[in-house]
């Protein structure tokens, strides 16, 4: 292991480690959204990703999903781009009715975009969401769902953060967005994809990054294994 990756990993486990997790028993889903404010993001494109996450998260699948499941869902979210520049923009939260999904949403939109002018890291971004998962509630199941339109150019990428980083039995489920590199959709089935049942969802450019959030969220909530992009 690398130094810069070492000091990383002691990093995330000292920071997020000894936090309680029982705090939401019977639950079946910790879901990490992982966004992309990296350069190649620009302010239109990351108010559709901002605007079509909250309007696929209360999607009336989606919210039916979360809410009239078997067990209860968790749900954080993170802005990624440099090795960092992982920003959270909603702490873990126990989604256990309407006003609680509201409170959530509403709180991922007033988050002022963390940042503009940072390379893609997405190495680093997964190893934040490591930290931040060894925090989550104890649930059935950990999700990492990670957006982006780019591959890594600064630091390790995601196979050197599953190998360093305690991935064990957790799912990162990928978006990708296409139109700002051609090898995005590759590089995301090839690379980021990881675990038990992961999957990739493409989205064609950010006008359509609300239709497929909203797949995406509907296939995770739902534990669904379905034809689409597969690892």
Not at 28 to 48: G, K, M, Q, W
Not at 200 to 205: N, R
């Amino acid at each position: 292991m690398n130094t810069a990756l070492r000091i990383l990993v002691v990093g995330a486990l000292g920071l997020w480690s000894g936090v309680g997790a029982a705090w939401a028993e019977g639950c079946r889903l910790a879901l990490l959204l992982a966004l992309d404010v990296s350069s190649s993001v620009d302010d239109e494109e990351y108010l559709l990703q901002k605007n079509g996450l909250a309007a696929a998260l209360t999607d009336p699948d989606v919210s039916r999903a979360i809410l009239q499941g078997e067990g209860s869902v968790a749900l954080a979210a993170y802005e990624w781009s440099g090795r960092r520049q992982s920003v959270v923009v909603l702490d873990w939260a126990l989604l256990t009715d309407e006003a609680a999904l509201d409170v959530a949403v509403g709180q991922i939109l007033a988050a002022p975009r963390s940042n503009n002018r940072f390379p893609t890291a997405m190495g680093y971004a997964l190893g934040f969401g490591s930290g931040m998962l060894r925090r989550a509630p104890d649930c059935t199941r950990q999700v990492i769902d990670v957006s982006g339109d780019g591959i890594t150019n600064d630091g390790f990428r995601p196979r050197q953060a599953y190998r360093n980083f305690p991935f064990q039995d957790v799912t990162v489920n990928g978006l990708a967005v296409t139109g700002s590199d051609p090898r995005v959709l590759e590089y995301f089935i090839g690379e980021v994809a990881h675990g038990p049942g992961a999957f990739v969802e493409m989205a064609e450019g950010y006008e359509d990054f609300r239709r497929a959030m909203t797949m995406k969220l509907f296939r995770e909530l739902n534990d669904m294994i379905i034809g689409g992009l597969r690892r």
